[in-house]
């Protein structure tokens, strides 16, 4: 909104007379079937725009105020003077000069309107200012700067065995309920497991660890799975959700494959096992290729791996859209994902919750506006410089020998296309040489290097404000720049290339109170299948707020004096006794805090379906654990974990799209801040009638069959195999009185699709 000058001086009769002269009827006969109330009343207001009162003229529509009195710049005198095409009004045609020039007249008498007075008008606008800013970073816990608590005094200081612990039994001890006891050693090492690698322990690392009394020994186990390969491939999985990551093969306007983005998941998986500082990881996603002597374009992906719309044609209307819903893509992604904000909601009028401005969000738009996507070589620079080498030369050429025949053609005056049937022997004698020079070229041409889809830049320009989200309707211009609720007003301009690079130190800078707090957040949620902040990807107003607010922001802290350390966090959170506590179940307790927000016990949770398959495959002894690599078709016809699964945006190409749907695996068509948890009868009916079932338990039953050792000793194998524990006594006994004395394969095979279809394996104990 703008603050109007205040008019003192009462209107003149001059001016009354002049105003209903020349005015009214200009407005009446031009504008009134568009922009008044009866306009209003029948539904056909167009631009929210009402001109049949000065406070309507003052108040403006979704363009802003129509009329500033005094200021012949006005958007009324602009529109009417057909200065801008996309409000250029009347619409049917220009006004005739002498009623452009009777309007600016009236706008420089300051707008006598009869009846109204203006000095109230202008005195009862609303503040400039769409929010109260300093009352957002005060008040609001994500806004406020990121500061070190000091540890909270507990009463059971043998409990804590980390400073985590400390902040979650403070808040235990003021409601009275005590935390559970530790796990048992076969739970913490399963646990561990298929918390860092996704994979259950093998028996013989299940009983090495329980007859290692070392007090360090936990923390030596920890540290050897995050040192694994399959900790990347864990972990990359639940970043790939927040990446929204497919193979392409979207809906409408969007159904193009992506055949090389694995080379993005494949990245995020190195990424991770190399432990790059998390500021890094984020730069290297938002602006990889931009980054002088450390190009990492493989990372932008991240932007390239989701929706990007095309229009069905030529038309100007769908070209927009498309390209408006791909801003909106990239925004919505970014802004999710690195801020924990829903800055996408701005797009069309500054958010209803937050304090992000439709500005902000075309502040982000001209970045990404200035960048397109691209296919880019990779691999060793020598194979990429040879092939280009090769390929110049078969160009070069080929322009040696098409001169050639245009210098024919104009010797001997002949037509181009007629010009080889009439050369004398000798032309053709040397135009044959230059071909088979050329078809050497040909066989010499080194293999094509490989591409990644990355994402480059295409511009530096800055772009309007869509009207209502139309990219055609252009409102102000806006400079690049990052969130002002975050850098202030005096926000430095990106004016270098499309931005890319200062929006991502914007993002990582150690001031900014969100990146760091959305990242802890999320690893304590992966942990824990809860987060601290239970909407991981909204952490404004209709957000939920943090249970422990103090700890979050201790972690955040901890996590930048560590250097962004993601493995540092994990083995921060694993060695604390709050991760390391029993998950039973408690009646007491549970009618205190039966959501278990308070953490008196690890949460039992179900895995996720890729972990549940590779666990799968990993107990029969089928998985195949290659690491990288393009993505399996039908993943359920392969031994590949489940990460290297091909995945359609719309979750309906393929055989296993509908499998990792039944186990509730997320829609790639937008960032996932959590995945959800279903039970149904459908998922128990596949591990009963399913071929991969089937499968697997026919391996397993093989196993079992060919064991030499007595049914008993079978039994406790197979057990110690798939659940980290020997069977109980009932457990046994009903196995020997199923199976019989002298079972058959088929009796085995049966046996193992029950233990293979149990609650217990697709359970983190």
């Known amino acids: 909104m703008y603050h109007m000058p205040a008019e003192t001086k009462p209107i003149s009769a001059g001016q009354i007379e002049f105003f209903e002269e020349e005015i009214r009827p200009l407005l009446s006969n031009h504008c009134y079937s568009c922009h008044s109330a009866k306009a209003e009343a029948k539904g056909k207001l167009k631009a929210g725009l009402r001109l049949d009162s000065l406070e309507m003229m003052l108040k403006g529509g979704d363009s802003g105020p129509a009329l500033i009195p005094r200021d012949i710049n006005s958007l009324i005198i602009k529109a009417v003077g057909y200065l801008n095409e996309d409000m250029a009004m009347p619409p049917k045609g220009k006004l005739k000069d002498r009623e452009i020039t009777a309007l600016k007249k009236w706008v420089e008498l300051g707008a006598p309107w009869p009846g109204a007075l203006l000095e109230q008008l202008t005195d009862t606008q609303e503040d400039p200012e769409p929010y109260d800013w300093d009352a957002f970073r005060l008040n609001h816990w994500s806004f406020r700067p990121v500061k070190k608590p000091a540890l909270p005094e507990v009463i059971d200081r043998n409990w804590t065995q980390s400073p985590i612990d400390s902040f979650i039994l403070s808040k235990l001890e003021t409601t009275g309920i005590k935390p559970n006891d ?46 694994s390969d399959h900790y990347g491939e864990r972990w990359a999985r639940h970043w790939l959700d927040v990446a929204r990551y497919s193979d392409g093969h979207g809906g409408f306007g969007d159904n193009k494959a992506l055949p090389n983005a694995w080379r993005y998941r494949d990245w995020v998986a190195s990424a991770l096992n190399d432990d790059i500082p ?35 044609g030529g038309d100007p209307e769908a070209k927009a859209a498309a390209q408006a819903e791909t801003l909106s893509d990239r925004i919505d992604t970014f802004s999710r994902a690195f801020l924990g904000l829903t800055a996408a909601c701005a797009r069309c009028h500054d958010h209803k919750f937050d304090p992000i401005t439709v500005e902000d969000y075309y502040a982000l738009a001209g970045i990404f506006n200035n960048t397109r996507n691209t296919d880019r070589n990779v691999g060793k620079q020598v194979e990429i410089d040879a092939y280009q080498a090769a390929q110049n030369a078969i160009n070069d050429q080929n322009k040696i020998i ?22 004398p ?17 040909k066989k010499q041409l080194p293999s094509k290097p490989a591409t990644a889809h990355v994402l480059s830049d295409s511009g530096s320009a800055d772009i309007h404000v869509a009207i209502r989200g139309d990219l055609r309707r ?88 560590n250097g962004w350390s993601l493995k540092h966090l994990h083995r921060k959170i694993l060695l604390s006794s709050t991760w390391q506590m029993s998950s039973a179940y408690n009646k007491e307790k549970f009618n205190l805090d039966g959501d278990n927000r308070l953490l008196w016990r690890a949460p039992p949770r179900k895995l996720e379906v890729e972990a549940w398959r590779d666990t799968l495959l990993a107990v ?12 399996v078709a039908e993943i359920l016809s392969s031994n590949r974990r489940t990460l290297y699964a091909t995945i359609s945006r719309t979750g309906d190409r393929f055989r296993s799209d509908a499998f990792l749907r039944l186990f509730d695996f997320p829609a790639a068509v937008s960032t996932s801040a959590k995945r959800s948890t279903s039970t149904v009868p459908q998922q128990y009916l596949f591990m009963m009638n399913s071929s991969f079932m089937n499968s697997r338990a026919a391996s397993l039953g093989t196993w079992l069959h060919t064991q030499d050792s007595e049914i008993g000793h079978r039994i406790e194998l197979v057990y110690n195999k798939l659940y980290s524990r020997p069977p109980e006594a009932v457990e046994k006994e009903l196995a020997r009185d199923w199976l019989g004395d002298s079972p058959s394969h088929e009796a085995w095979n049966q046996y193992a699709q029950v233990l293979l279809s149990a609650h217990e394996l697709i359970q983190i104990p």
């Not at 890094?280 to 450390?294: P, S, T």
């Not at 929006?503 to 957040?521: G, H, K, M």
């Open 182 to 227: 530790r796990a048992t050693k076969r739970v913490l090492i399963r646990r561990a497991y298929l918390d860092l690698i996704g994979l259950p322990p093998p028996p013989e690392k299940v009983s090495a660890f329980i007859n290692d009394q070392d007090p360090v020994a936990f923390a030596r186990l920890v540290d050897e799975l995050l040192e």
């Open 278 to 312: 998390y500021n890094q990881f984020v730069v290297q996603q938002i602006a990889g290729d931009l980054i002088e002597n450390q190009k990492q374009p493989i990372a932008t992906g991240f932007f390239v791996v989701g929706p990007t719309y095309q229009s069905d």
């Open 402 to 423: 098409n001169s050639y025949l245009d210098n024919e053609s104009k010797k001997l005056k002949i037509n181009r296309k007629e010009v080889e049937k009439k050369l």
């Open 425 to 441: 022997d000798e032309s053709k004698s040397k135009l044959a040489e230059m071909r088979a020079h050329l078809e050497t070229l």
């Open 474 to 561: 252009k409102g102000k211009k806006v400079p690049r720049r990052f969130l002002e609720i975050i850098s202030g007003k005096e926000a430095k301009l990106y004016t270098t290339g499309s931005g890319r690079l200062q929006l991502a130190q914007s993002v990582t800078d150690p001031d900014n109170p969100l990146t760091a707090r959305v990242i802890v957040n999320r690893v304590w949620g992966w942990h824990f299948g809860e987060a601290l902040v239970r909407t991981p990807s909204n952490f404004g107003v209709i957000g939920e707020k943090p249970s422990h607010p103090q700890l979050l922001d201790w972690l955040a802290s901890e996590f930048i004096e």
């Open 620 to 631: 029969t002894g089928e998985l195949d654990r290659t690491i990288g690599g393009p993505p």
